[in-house]
């Protein structure tokens, strides 16, 4: 009788532990539904490419833009979920990216003033000084795009994008001639279309917050492109289509192209 009460006992202990066992060893994956809206704000950093890469004296070589960095800069993008799975989203994409290029031994403008136009007539290039000399190339650009999500069971979701862009670009160029004080330089502000594509990767941690990493290759641009001599003092325009009429090493388009890669957080609102 005590043997049975005792096996009772046991039964009934494995009975009441099976389940929290069974519990234990079940790792339930969340699957978030496809969110309305999607808005992700994202740090940038941009690396030039070729044709806009180079040296401050290639600047003014006409050959390409002289900078050779991206500084820090921003991105933000509302996307839109067009269909029940999440996997199509339209979106507005808001940014800023700097570039930046320097010559520690160099003032490329040797008057340190332009005040006859510029560029200069023929083939003619100002004369260097002993001197130090920075480049700024900025660009505000918006962008309409779509986004393919390949949509699986996990928190994690590969997708594509593509988008065309208006970019607004200007920039500063400094020179600091030896025993001179500073002297800055404007690049006029320049309407440009362009287009970029990219890839990336979102994680999503709860229902309303993930993180994401995108990388873009973006071509400023692509449409646009104007070149023309100017007579105001201490300005320059942006000098990227091909005119030697203006000047003779003005020969070739400088193509504005360079690669984004971005990180930053992700929030989701609603539910599709």
């Known amino acids: 009788m005590k043997t049975k009460n005792f096996s009772s006992v046991i039964l009934l202990i494995v009975i009441f532990c099976i389940p929290s066992f069974v519990n234990s060893q079940v790792v339930y994956s969340t ?3 496809p969110p309305q809206v999607n808005i992700e704000v994202l740090f940038s950093y941009a690396q ?10 290639d600047f003014f070589a006409f050959k390409n833009y002289g900078v050779k960095n991206g500084l820090p800069g921003a991105q933000v993008n509302v996307k839109l979920t067009a269909d029940k799975k999440g996997r199509i989203l339209p979106y507005l994409s808001l940014g800023y990216n ?7 031994g160099t003032a490329f403008i040797d008057s ?19 001197g130090s000399s920075k480049i700024y190339l900025h660009n505000f650009n918006a962008g309409l795009g779509f986004s393919y999500a390949f949509t699986n069971k996990s928190r994690w979701t590969p997708h594509l994008d593509a988008e065309l862009d208006l970019n607004m670009l200007f920039g500063t160029y400094r020179q600091t001639p ?7 330089f404007t690049i006029k502000n320049a309407a440009r279309f362009g287009f970029g594509v990219g890839a990336g990767i979102k994680v999503r941690i709860t229902k309303a917050f993930g993180l994401a990493f995108t990388t873009k290759y973006k071509f400023a641009n692509v449409l646009g492109k104007n070149s023309e001599r100017i007579f105001e003092q201490n300005k320059m325009t942006l000098l990227d289509k091909a005119n030697t ?12 192209q360079y690669i984004e890669v971005l990180l930053g957080v992700s929030f989701y609102i609603g539910r599709k």
């Open 31 to 33: 699957k978030f539904k």
């Open 48 to 57: 030039p490419f070729p044709n806009m890469y180079g040296t401050v004296s």
């Open 178 to 184: 030896y025993n001179t004080g500073e002297t800055s």
């Open 245 to 256: 009429g203006i000047n003779g090493n003005l020969s070739k388009d400088r193509h504005i």
């Open 112 to 130: 340190n003033i332009i005040n006859s136009g510029y560029p200069l007539p023929g083939s003619t290039q100002y004369n260097t000084v002993s």
């Open 98 to 104: 700097l570039f930046y290029g320097k010559d520690n």
